[in-house]
């Protein structure tokens, strides 16, 4: 990204670099705003109502673009007592798990208002 030495630049190339540079750290403290949140709630959970089942890797559409990261899974009791796995991140910041598919299916259409992104 060596700017100074081109012979010509537009202010639409100055955009697009401060974009891509902004996108990039956003990502980036998203990312790290989100493991940290989630360390935190792992590690204060109920042990006995929540067991620690590992990680799980995934991608969550934000308006700067995809961001990938892993998150805590959790098994714990429904009120049926069967088995169920769960992320306590996801349930902290109440991440609805069909809102990802309206998000995608929004995003084919073009539609970017706030509610789906």
């Known amino acids: 990204m060596d700017i100074l030495n081109k012979e010509e630049i537009t202010f639409k190339d100055l955009e697009q670099i401060i974009y891509e540079i902004v996108c990039k750290e956003a990502r980036e403290f998203t990312a790290a705003l989100l493991d ?12 006995k109502m929540y067991r620690d089942k590992g990680y799980r890797q995934t991608t969550i559409k ?3 673009i995809e961001i990938e990261y892993s998150r805590q899974v959790s098994a714990a009791k429904t009120e049926e007592g069967k088995n169920a796995s769960l992320f306590l991140l996801d349930k902290e910041l109440g991440v609805d798990q069909t809102a990802g598919k309206r998000r995608k299916e929004s995003a084919r259409h073009g ?3 706030r509610d789906d992104i």
């Not at 940290?36 to 042990?47: S, Y």
Request: no cysteine.
């Open 36 to 47: 940290n949140i989630d360390g935190q709630l792992h590690q204060d959970r109920d042990k």
């Open 111 to 113: 539609d970017k208002s």
């Open 62 to 64: 934000t308006v700067y």
